[in-house]
């Protein structure tokens, strides 16, 4: 397959050659969060089929953006990382991010698909680091089968997925109701008052959760004049 390009000599349109082709961010996104066997990456990226995630994976190959690795002992199986350059696209993968959370999200279409797993990335793009200052905590999010866990160290952040060795505050709540918390359409405080959620560990950092992790406001991208 022929790759397209805008042919100009400037920097955003090389760069949009290498990665504006569809399913490549998100790809992408996926590897950000850490090395990704293949069917990780179909798991992730339900609707990709598989010989455009294998040719897409080596776009990435051969542009120098991603490498094959083998994973370490238990697994010991081959998966796919970002390289140097690959992983410098991260803070522009997180502005989209925030940009998306502010003007394009409101409530999920019924032929949407959620995966718990891609809060990953944005617990990243949520993080507020003035609130992070002086806070050294490990929180372990349990979202029914999936788990993942955020490391705090004052005003940075480390998101993985996978359970915390030693967390000091664990969240606890189901799928439907964490994509609430997504939407804005409920708030980690009113999960916890009704039920919905759960949480235990360290007092001082639950109390703190509440503002390391903040959604933007959504706003329409059209106004009424």
């Known amino acids: 397959m022929e790759q397209r390009t805008y042919n100009q000599y400037c920097a955003t349109a090389r760069t949009l050659d290498l990665v504006g082709e569809r399913w490549t961010l998100l790809l992408l996104r996926e590897l950000l969060t850490g090395p990704k066997r293949f069917g990780d990456l179909q798991t992730g990226l339900r609707g ?16 120098g953006l991603a490498h094959k690795i083998t994973l370490p002992p238990p697994a010991r199986t081959p998966a796919y990382a970002l390289t140097e350059a ?63 866990h955020a490391r705090i160290d004052d005003e940075t952040i480390e998101t993985l997925h996978g359970p915390a060795q030693h967390p000091d505050a664990i969240i606890t709540i189901s799928e439907s109701e964490f994509l609430r918390l997504t939407s804005q359409t409920l708030t980690l405080a009113e999960a916890i ?24 406001q959504p706003r329409a991208r059209k106004t009424d004049r």
């Open 86 to 148: 690959g992983e410098e696209l991260g803070p522009a993968i997180l502005a989209l991010a925030r940009w998306g959370l502010k003007w394009t999200m409101g409530e999920p279409q019924p032929t949407e698909t959620f995966h718990p797993g891609w809060a990953v990335l944005g617990l990243r793009a949520c993080f507020n680091p003035q609130a992070a200052a002086g806070l050294r905590a490990v929180y372990e999010f349990r979202i029914d089968d999936e788990v993942f």
């Open 48 to 63: 990709l089929g598989t010989g455009l995630l294998a040719a897409r994976l080596k776009h990435l190959e051969r542009e």
């Open 193 to 216: 008052k009704t039920g919905a959620a759960s949480v235990s560990g360290d007092e001082e950092a639950l109390r703190r959760i509440k503002g390391l992790f903040r959604l933007p």
